[in-house]
């Protein structure tokens, strides 16, 4: 069963994560320009709080000395504190008037990941990057693959020997075999293609669509929990790329999921609102909102950017 956290309502929900030393969960608003976060008991009625932020926030992860790490429209930023100055870590050299930071999150060894999205659709050239700042080196960002529209569906495998990344646009998500002290990728392979959106498909046709892959989890026996837009579901895919599970959102447009509460066997969603139809809005109210359920399985705690 689902729940929907009140006063949760984004334009565009993205980048959850459940903060452990606070209970609190964490998401942002993309267009809406805002990081959010809850205050007070989870499983009660808890507050949220927002930051409006000067640009499109793309994704952020928590820092292991407090505070947080933000990837904004034209580079990534340190915030020590809530609601406090942003310090920039490290610019991006792409034309910010059509490009911006995307999905993104921190591995197990606290580096922060961070792909692009081109906006206009015209071109696969938006990249994924990793911004390495542990024991006080001058952070810098790498570009570690490329070749997307829109970066989305990041997570890293419990034993960090396995990298996924998705491009939405092309309904397809990529594997690396990652060596995680190197930080290496090899071995790429498409992991899951999914099916193009049909011509002439809307929410009410009978034409069949599954969505095209979002932002993306994984639990902690390995397998990839992905959030298909549009496609009013998650999927569930084990390590070997076999589809072993399959969730119906009470929202069509999810847009990525995360694991929290103390045992971290609640699954938060967030989900869009922009942009869609009166009718789906109507029918779909949670739309844009952040929804919830508990799961058999527990999920992996979030990795903590280190600096």
């Given at each position: 069963?689902w729940?929907?956290?009140?006063?949760?309502?984004?334009?565009?929900?993205?980048?959850?994560?459940?903060?452990?030393?606070?209970?609190?969960?964490?998401?942002?608003?993309?267009?809406?320009?805002?990081?959010?976060?809850?205050?007070?008991?989870?499983d009660?009625?808890?507050?949220?709080?927002?930051?409006?932020?000067?640009?499109?926030?793309?994704?952020?992860?928590?820092?292991?000395?407090?505070?947080?790490?933000?990837?904004?429209?034209?580079?990534?930023?340190r915030?020590?504190?809530?609601?406090?100055?942003?310090?920039?870590?490290?610019?991006?050299?792409?034309?910010?008037r059509?490009?911006?930071?995307?999905?993104?999150?921190?591995?197990?060894?606290?580096?922060?990941?961070?792909?692009?999205?081109?906006?206009?659709?015209?071109?696969?050239?938006?990249?994924?990057?990793?911004?390495?700042?542990?024991?006080?080196?001058?952070?810098?960002?790498?570009?570690?693959?490329?070749?997307?529209?829109?970066?989305?569906?990041?997570a890293?495998?419990?034993?960090?020997?396995?990298?996924?990344?998705?491009?939405?646009?092309?309904?397809?998500?990529?594997?690396?075999?990652?060596?995680?002290?190197?930080?290496?990728?090899?071995?790429?392979?498409?992991?899951?293609?999914?099916?193009?959106?049909?011509?002439?498909?809307?929410?009410?046709?009978?034409?069949?669509?599954?969505?095209?892959?979002?932002?993306?989890?994984?639990?902690?026996?390995?397998?990839?929990?992905?959030?298909?837009?549009e496609?009013?579901?998650?999927?569930?895919?084990?390590?070997?790329?076999?589809?072993?599970?399959?969730?119906?959102?009470?929202?069509?447009?999810p847009?990525?999921?995360?694991?929290?509460?103390?045992?971290?066997?609640?699954?938060?969603?967030?989900?869009?609102?922009?942009?869609?139809?009166?009718?789906?809005?109507?029918?779909?109210?949670?739309?844009?909102?952040?929804?919830?359920?508990?799961?058999?399985?527990?999920?992996?705690?979030?990795?903590?950017?280190?600096?």
């Amino acid at each position: 069963m689902w729940t929907t956290l009140n006063d949760s309502l984004s334009q565009l929900g993205e980048s959850p994560f459940w903060h452990p030393g606070e209970r609190s969960l964490y998401w942002l608003d993309i267009p809406g320009r805002a990081v959010l976060r809850t205050r007070g008991d989870i499983d009660g009625s808890p507050t949220v709080e927002r930051w409006s932020l000067p640009t499109e926030p793309g994704c952020m992860a928590p820092a292991r000395r407090g505070g947080l790490v933000i990837a904004l429209r034209d580079g990534v930023y340190r915030a020590p504190v809530w609601g406090g100055e942003l310090k920039p870590l490290a610019r991006v050299d792409h034309d910010i008037r059509t490009m911006r930071f995307n999905d993104g999150k921190c591995d197990a060894l606290g580096r922060f990941w961070a792909g692009t999205i081109n906006e206009a659709k015209d071109r696969a050239n938006a990249a994924l990057y990793c911004l390495d700042a542990r024991g006080g080196r001058a952070p810098a960002l790498v570009s570690m693959a490329n070749q997307v529209t829109t970066a989305n569906g990041l997570a890293f495998a419990p034993d960090d020997a396995t990298a996924y990344w998705a491009d939405t646009a092309a309904h397809r998500v990529r594997a690396w075999d990652w060596a995680a002290g190197a930080n290496t990728l090899s071995r790429e392979r498409v992991f899951q293609q999914f099916q193009d959106k049909p011509a002439g498909w809307t929410p009410a046709s009978a034409l069949r669509y599954e969505g095209r892959p979002d932002g993306a989890t994984v639990d902690a026996e390995g397998n990839y929990w992905v959030a298909m837009f549009e496609g009013g579901q998650l999927l569930r895919f084990s390590p070997s790329g076999q589809r072993v599970g399959a969730l119906a959102t009470p929202v069509q447009c999810p847009t990525m999921p995360c694991f929290g509460g103390d045992d971290l066997k609640t699954l938060f969603v967030t989900s869009a609102r922009r942009g869609r139809p009166a009718d789906e809005l109507e029918e779909r109210p949670a739309s844009g909102c952040v929804v919830r359920t508990r799961v058999d399985k527990p999920g992996l705690p979030v990795a903590f950017f280190e600096d």
